[in-house]
């Protein structure tokens, strides 16, 4: 019987062995990829490549490519691996142009691949679809952020600055300190509720309301959903594979009930809000958007001229439909990156702000000077004469970008110029935006914050490529303005009545970002003393 139970143990041990070998053959045997094709590379480390630090959660993807992009000095790009997938990180700019916009046919797509069954919102968005039909819905949808839609929608994002005051004002009526994190998340909520889901959230009355609950559902992630929302952009086949969700089911269910309520008001009292949700009504039901005035014909042009990259035929474009989840995907996308990024973006600058009061005195004469020729009232236009608050803005973007990397698929072997190096076709290509920003060699200096670094000169003097807050090419963040426009109402509004110091439990710099998610955010919330301005 001893025999026979040693004779078991050692057939299953052998049958073991032969596993765990064959599987380690499987994971390790792209591991020579970069090494055939004399690309420098981060040695990896068997079955989880180099990828480890951030599947725990130690570091977010941001941070990582981060630290390879410093790690890899001299080098135009350098081979890591996410399990046994390889994927190249790019150091040099005139690469990072020729992935972004010369050679952007070869990049359109992006590796992110959410799948239909697990996130069928996300998965038909304009984030997750890919190929032709990415392109067919960017040319639809392009005409909705143009300049002169963004004026029309101004009345709704100025309504949520003035409620932005309001809150602040009750808040420093107590003596304590803003919690500027929270706050701006609850202006945010409420930008967004407005301009596309046309509902009135009233976050910055009622913190607890529904729509700023869902919020915290879609960026309060559990350990899981982390590490499932990383392999999506990693290791997709896995995330694919092990069905894993990167959306929470609650958030995609009030989304759909939320925007075919708005949607069904709308057709039976004939109501008209110029917003977000009026401009998809008229896409779904086949209508043209036009263009407001000439700026938005050459906005359109520009933003058609790129995505029709590689595409000629326009049949299947000018009959797609925009219905059913295609349609609700849209506003839900715009749910996830108009909240998230403006809502960051105004946590960095107010405490970059704070801590440098000669800069925000400058803004402030320059916002206060400015409105005066508009009798004191914030608008669409008083914007345009705000060259300063651009520059603070821009160096805000640099410091702290909220999307600190991008991530393109190459759908085709690719020789890099002027190198003997071969991109493989369907290898991920990761720009490391967050590190080429704060890269000494192009920004001296680079933890102060300087918004003169972007004076018209100095940023003649500087690579294109250098600043990429938004992306770049075919595939630009396709919300600019909206952000643009929700950040610098909240901006304007605050500046012109509050003075902006730090307090004693303000965090000192450098700020502890969170080491999760995709974006850039900081782990704690920045208290910070709002004083009232006497006129």
Request: proline share 5%.
């Amino acid at each position: 019987m001893a025999l026979i139970f040693t004779s078991i143990l050692a057939d299953l041990s052998l049958g073991v062995a032969a596993c765990v070998a064959l599987l380690y053959f499987y994971m390790t045997r792209n591991y020579n990829c970069w090494k055939e094709r004399g690309i420098p590379y981060v040695k990896p480390a068997p079955f989880v490549g180099n990828m480890w630090p951030v599947f725990m959660q130690r570091h977010s993807i941001g941070s990582y490519v981060r630290h390879v992009y410093e790690e890899g000095l001299g080098e135009p790009c350098v081979g890591i691996f996410a399990l046994d997938k390889p994927i190249l990180v790019i150091r040099d700019l005139d690469l990072v142009r020729c992935i972004l916009v010369k050679d952007a046919q070869v990049f359109l797509d992006r590796t992110f691949a959410p799948q239909e069954e697990q996130d069928p919102l996300l998965a038909k968005s304009l984030f997750g679809i890919k190929g032709k039909k990415w392109r067919h819905l960017r040319v639809k949808l392009s005409p909705t952020f143009t300049s002169g839609k963004m004026r029309k929608m101004f009345y709704l994002v100025d309504e949520c600055g003035r409620q932005l005051l309001e809150l602040i004002n009750q808040e420093t009526s107590t003596g304590r300190p803003v919690a500027v994190k929270e706050t701006m998340a609850r202006y945010s909520t409420d930008v967004i509720a407005a301009c596309a889901f046309g509902v009135d959230a009233n976050a910055l009355k009622d913190g607890q309301c529904e729509f700023r609950s869902v919020m915290r559902r879609v960026f309060e992630q559990t350990s899981l959903q982390r590490l499932a929302s990383s392999l999506a952009f990693l290791a997709p086949s896995v995330s694919s594979a092990l069905k894993l969700r990167t959306a929470d089911h609650s958030v995609t269910e009030f989304t759909r009930r939320t925007l075919w309520d708005v949607v069904d008001h709308r057709r039976r009292n004939g109501v008209v809000r110029k917003d977000f949700v009026d401009l998809l009504m008229q896409i779904k039901d086949g209508n043209e958007i036009r263009a407001e005035d000439g700026k938005d014909v050459e906005e359109i042009k520009e933003d058609n001229d790129l995505t029709n990259i590689g595409y000629k035929n326009k049949t299947e474009e000018e009959h797609m439909k925009l219905d059913g989840d295609d349609f609700v995907a849209q506003a839900f996308v715009f749910l996830l990156a108009g909240f998230e990024t403006s809502s960051t973006v105004l946590n960095f600058t107010l405490y970059e702000l704070a801590l440098n009061p000669h800069i925000q005195d400058r803004l402030r004469q320059e916002i206060v000077s400015v409105l005066d020729k508009y009798e004191g009232k914030v608008s669409y236009d008083c914007f345009k004469e705000m060259s300063y608050l651009d520059m603070v803005i821009a160096e805000s973007t640099r410091k702290y970008p909220t999307l600190p990397f991008l991530e393109r698929k190459c759908s085709t072997d690719y020789k890099i110029s002027h190198t003997n190096f071969t991109i493989p076709k369907d290898t991920t290509v990761m720009i490391p935006v967050w590190a080429i920003h704060n890269d000494p060699n192009l920004y001296p200096f680079p933890d102060r914050f300087e918004p003169e670094r972007f004076t018209s000169e100095n940023k003649k003097e500087r690579h294109h490529f250098a600043h990429l807050p938004f992306g770049e090419g075919p595939r630009i963040c396709i919300g600019m303005r909206f952000g643009q426009m929700q950040v610098k109402t909240a901006l304007v509004h605050v500046l012109s009545s509050f003075q902006v110091r730090p307090c004693s439990t303000t965090p000192k710099p450098p700020l502890v970002m969170k080491t999760f998610g995709g974006t850039l955010t900081p782990r704690d919330d920045i208290p910070l003393t709002f004083t009232r301005i006497v006129s």
